[in-house]
C-alpha cells in the first residue's frame, strides 16, 4: 500500500485506480462509482463475488435524485435528518449507477459518510465512490489504517489514512426500494433513532440472504471460534469449560489457568469502537474461542449483537 495525501487520492480516483479511505463507520475501498472499470478492480482485490452489491458514497444528501430513480418520502426523511451518517438506503437504482456497483440489481444502496476527509474526497473527485469494507473477503471491517495494511499490505493500492474510525460498526441498511422502509442490516444508526425519525415501529427483512446479498455471517466472524453469551450465562460457561479461551466481558471473574480475560468497555459506544479491533487481535495472538458478553440490545447494542450473533453462527 501506498499513503498518499488527499489530493493524490483525488488523482488516483479520477485514473480509474482505488483508494481505502476513512469512513465514520469502518474504512472503505473505494473507486470512482461511474467507471465500470475501476469499480471491477474492486471485486478483485477483495476476491469478493461480482453479484454482492456495493455502497455508493455521495457527497451530499442533495445529491441522492441523480442516483435514483425515486425517492420515497421516508427515505427524503431519513436521508434530510441523519446524513452524513452511517445510515445506508437502497433504493431503485437510477440509470446513472452502472450495473457493475449495484451487482446486476435493479436497486443501488448509497449513504453520505461523516468523514471530513471521505467527504472531501467525493467532492474532489466531483463524482460519487462505490466502496465496500476495505477487509479482504471473509474477514471483519477494518477500523484503522493499520488493519488496512494488514489485509491489503501487499497491493499497490493507495491509502488515505483518516486515524481510526469514530463508531467502528458498519453503517445501518435501510430498504426503501419496496414500500415501508425495513432494516436490512443493523448498523450504527439505532432503532431507536430509526422510529423516531420515522415516527413509526420498522420492522427487520424477513430473508436478509435474498433482500441483501453478501450478508453471510462470515464476513463479521474473525478467524477465531466466537461464543457469544449473556451476562447470565457466564458463570456457568467458565464452570464447564475447559480452556483455553478468552473471556471478553463486562466485569472479571475467577478463571482456570489457561483462560484469559480480556475488559469490554462497558458503554456501547466504546465497545463498537473497539469490537473489530480486538477481534482482529485475538485472532493475531492465536486465540481459537473468544467467549464474548452479548451487551444489551438498546443503542448500539442492537448492531453489536447482531454482529456478535453473527460471528457466533459463522461455523
Ligand atoms: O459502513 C458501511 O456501510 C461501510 C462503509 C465503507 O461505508 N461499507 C460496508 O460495505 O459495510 P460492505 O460492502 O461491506 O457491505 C455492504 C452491504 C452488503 O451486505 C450488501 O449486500 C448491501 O450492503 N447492499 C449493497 N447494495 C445493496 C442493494 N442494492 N440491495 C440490498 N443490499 C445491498
Ligand atoms: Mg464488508
Redesign the pocket.
Known amino acids: 500500500m501506498r499513503d498518499v495525501s488527499l489530493e493524490d487520492a483525488i488523482e488516483e480516483l479520477r485514473a480509474g485506480r482505488l483508494v481505502a479511505l476513512p469512513?465514520e463507520?469502518?474504512?472503505?475501498l473505494g473507486a470512482d462509482a461511474l467507471q465500470p472499470d475501476a469499480v471491477r478492480a474492486i471485486f478483485a482485490v477483495k476476491g469478493?463475488p461480482a453479484n454482492?452489491?456495493?455502497?455508493v458514497?455521495l457527497a451530499s444528501a442533495a445529491d441522492l435524485d441523480a442516483y435514483v430513480r425515486e425517492v420515497p418520502a421516508a427515505a427524503r426523511r431519513l436521508a434530510d435528518v441523519l446524513w452524513p451518517g452511517?445510515l445506508?438506503l437502497?433504493l431503485k437504482?437510477g440509470d446513472a449507477v452502472p450495473l457493475e456497483v449495484?451487482?446486476g440489481?435493479d436497486?443501488?444502496?448509497l449513504?453520505v459518510?461523516a468523514h471530513p476527509l471521505a467527504l472531501a474526497l467525493i467532492r474532489g473527485l466531483g463524482s460519487p465512490i462505490a466502496?465496500?469494507?476495505?477487509?479482504r473477503f471473509g474477514k471483519v471491517?477494518p477500523t484503522s489504517a493499520e488493519h488496512v495494511r494488514a489485509d491489503l499490505g501487499d497491493t499497490d493500492i493507495a491509502l488515505l489514512d483518516g486515524g481510526p474510525s469514530a463508531l467502528g460498526?458498519?453503517?445501518t441498511?435501510v430498504?426503501c426500494?419496496q414500500g415501508a422502509p425495513t432494516v436490512?442490516?443493523r448498523?450504527?444508526v439505532t432503532r431507536e433513532v430509526l422510529e423516531d425519525v420515522l415516527g413509526a415501529p420498522i420492522p427487520e427483512a424477513a430473508d436478509l440472504s435474498v433482500?441483501?446479498?453478501?450478508?453471510h455471517p462470515s464476513?463479521y466472524a474473525p478467524r477465531a471460534m466466537v461464543i457469544a453469551l449473556e451476562a447470565g450465562e457466564i458463570d456457568a460457561f467458565v464452570a464447564s469449560s475447559e480452556p483455553p479461551y478468552t473471556l471478553v466481558a463486562r466485569h472479571p471473574r475467577a478463571l482456570p489457568s489457561g483462560a484469559r480475560y480480556l475488559e469490554m468497555p462497558s458503554e456501547p459506544a466504546g465497545l463498537a469502537r473497539q469490537l473489530y479491533g480486538m477481534l482482529r487481535e485475538l485472532d493475531a495472538r492465536g486465540e481459537t474461542r473468544i467467549v464474548m458478553e452479548v451487551p444489551p440490545g438498546q443503542g448500539l447494542g442492537w448492531a453489536i449483537a447482531d454482529r456478535l450473533a453473527r460471528a457466533s453462527a459463522a461455523r
Open positions: 469512513t463507520t469502518v474504512y472503505g469478493r454482492h452489491p456495493l455502497i458514497h452511517p445506508t437502497v437504482r449495484t451487482g440489481l436497486t443501488v444502496a449513504r459518510p466502496a465496500p469494507s476495505a477487509n471491517s460498526i458498519e453503517s441498511i430498504d426500494s436490512l442490516r448498523g450504527g433482500r441483501a446479498p453478501g450478508m464476513h
